[in-house]
């Protein structure tokens, strides 16, 4: 079995990316890398460079700037990534998400598990989406909370946005792929970067999806039922990150007024509690959620 990992980046230093730390996560499960590093004005390109791991394969890549529909410029880079890997499975890990190293033995059991089933086109993994710091998480249905981001390497599929992978069946329209579950979760860091990062990174890169940047002056501005606690422990290599970019507390505004989007994920969630539905967006269709047990 051979395990392609894939991502892509542009400015992930000066948008305050754990890309680094991303891409150790990829290296620590894959038998190759791609990473599509675009071109920019800082050091990303030297620092991916400089972790000299023989597994890693940089591609130098030039955005197109007048792509600005719905983030497809974010769906380019990562076909570009995607499709120079030879592997068997394709692991896809934006530069904001880390695996957890307790976690890869289980994953590469599951991997393993389903390589002989075509059935299987994809893994689904559970999701931890930080917000405002490390300890907090976002759990309103305006996240999605799970995803797939395996995908088997040998069946027709493209990614419309850069989120999710539509699978191609013959020269029908596209549908998102059947998966399992892969029983280990990804660690999403995104919302934990400091503020000045994130008010810089919204600002470059609105334009990709056809619209003004939105205001933001801080985290704060979120509806404090869409929060929960995180009472886990996080990747190892994480805490260097954690110390010198991210918002070290979350400190909500008493004055912030619910927008018409929070107002609809409050009631989505108590019909989540009243019915047992889970009503976040899925780009996948589950057909087994058999894990193997170590």
């Not at 974010?74 to 957890?100: P, R, S």
């Not at 995104?190 to 939105?214: C, D, E, F, L, N």
């Amino acid at each position: 079995m051979k395990i392609s990992g894939f991502t892509f980046v542009r400015n992930g230093t000066l948008l305050g990316y754990p890309y680094l730390e991303s891409l150790h996560s990829l290296l620590s499960i894959c038998d190759e890398v791609v990473v599509a590093v675009g071109a920019g004005p800082d050091d990303t390109l030297t620092q991916i460079q400089g972790l000299g791991d023989s597994k890693l394969r940089v591609l130098e890549t030039q955005w197109n700037e007048t792509m600005q529909d719905r983030g497809y410029v974010y769906a380019q880079q990562k076909m570009i990534a995607q499709f120079n890997c030879t592997g068997d499975w394709a692991f896809y890990l934006e530069a904001d998400e880390v695996l957890h190293e307790q976690d890869i033995p289980r994953l590469k059991m599951t991997l393993q598990t389903h390589l002989d089933n075509p059935k299987i086109e994809a893994l689904i993994f559970d999701y931890y989406h930080f917000y405002g710091d490390p300890h907090t998480l976002a759990i309103s249905p305006g996240w999605y909370r799970r995803a797939p981001r395996i995908i088997r390497n040998s069946i027709r599929n493209y990614s419309p946005d850069g989120l999710f992978f539509v699978v191609m069946d013959k020269n029908k329209k596209g549908r998102y792929p059947h998966g399992a579950l892969a029983g280990v979760p990804i660690y999403h860091y995104g919302h934990v970067r400091a503020v000045t990062q994130m008010q810089t990174k919204i600002q470059q890169v609105s334009r990709y999806w056809g619209h003004s940047p939105p205001t933001f002056n801080h985290y704060g501005d979120i509806d404090p039922q869409a929060l929960g606690k995180f009472t886990g422990t996080h990747p190892a290599i994480m805490q260097t990150w954690f110390a010198e970019q991210a918002e070290s507390e979350l400190i909500l505004n008493p004055h912030y007024l619910l927008t018409r989007r929070e107002r609809r994920h409050r009631w989505m969630m108590r019909l989540e509690r009243l019915m047992g539905w889970e009503l976040s967006k899925k780009h996948y269709r589950l057909v087994s959620s058999r894990e193997p047990t170590l």
